[in-house]
């Protein structure tokens, strides 16, 4: 393929900061010309000029979104796909790939559907009519894509329970960027903690496992913001956890501070909604830069941490289990160095992002030459969900 073939890039919400693995996964492409196409546009660090927005802030814009997500029909978004010529449309979430899997097929465009966890985990588990709408959402995408990308290899099983072609799954792992050295920043933070203060991140699980580390009393830095973050801030306070709150970070921040940590944390669990992780970016951001991670046998994790070689990992909400990880690194220098090491180079080996990125244009091409359009079906919504 040529660099004039164009690979557009689907998120419905174009881009939030926690997404940034979207856009560095598409700004990594080496052949490929990449075109971000949103439904609306998020204020956010990583939004870009050039992201091409199909349905502003106006009352024809917000009609027009409200339609697509009713029917998952769109004459302007068709047009948009007409006019950007897409050789492949790359949606990220499953519920992005039925958003825009009718246009794709009625344009005959080879759809390319990445899940990366809530999408198989949370949403289909609602109770109710809700819940049955996802699963019937899931089932349409999953037909109409030519692909369906698994961030790790629990995701591809969850994708297959829900009706996934198992011969349509692949597992690819997103990649992070690597840096030419392992950081070798003085350390000013103990334990660093990245995410989103919601259930499934477990940072109340890390706050409890610092206040059981006495008399340490680790440095601890929290990046990220949500709905959970006022409430952990007073627990560690409580606690009196030595505890830095930033607040969300724009990404070269976040590499900065993680470069000054002895270990990343990410004492990730299941929710109590069902929602999972992937497999997170962080972790295989802290590995890249040589730093060991403490984490959970939770989802993908014990893919981007081996246990004992690459990081130390304990069961979801243990608490005191965690606690113990925290305080061995931290207490055991050689062990957290040999760690960090092999961190890195587990990273560099299967998490690459150069090397997924022309995995994926691989991927990209192989789709493209089997390219067939295939003819309009039935309304979008399809028969009623059960």
Known sequence: MSTSEVAVIWRSGLLPVSETFVRNQGDALPSWRPVYLGANKVASPIA???DVIAYPNTPAGRRGWHQLRATGRSARLRRLLTRLKPTVVHAHFGGDGWLISR????????????LHGVDVTRQPAVPGLRGARHRHKLRVTFDRAAVIIAVSGFIRDRAVELGADPAKVRVHYTGVPIPAEPSTAPKTWDVVFVGRFVDKKGADDLVEALGLISPLRPRALFIGAGPLEESTRTRAAQLQVDATFLGAQPPEVVLQHMAQAKMLAAPSRTASDGDCEGL???????ASLGLPVVATHHSGIPEGVRHGETGLLCAERDRAALAENIRRLLTDEPLRERLGRAAREHTVQTFDLRRQTQLLEELYESVASARIAAPETADAAGPAPR
């Open 280 to 286: 997170p970016t962080t972790v295989l951001e802290a």
């Open 103 to 114: 246009t794709a097929q009625q344009l005959g465009v080879p759809l390319v559907v990445t």
């Open 48 to 50: 870009e000029d050039s």
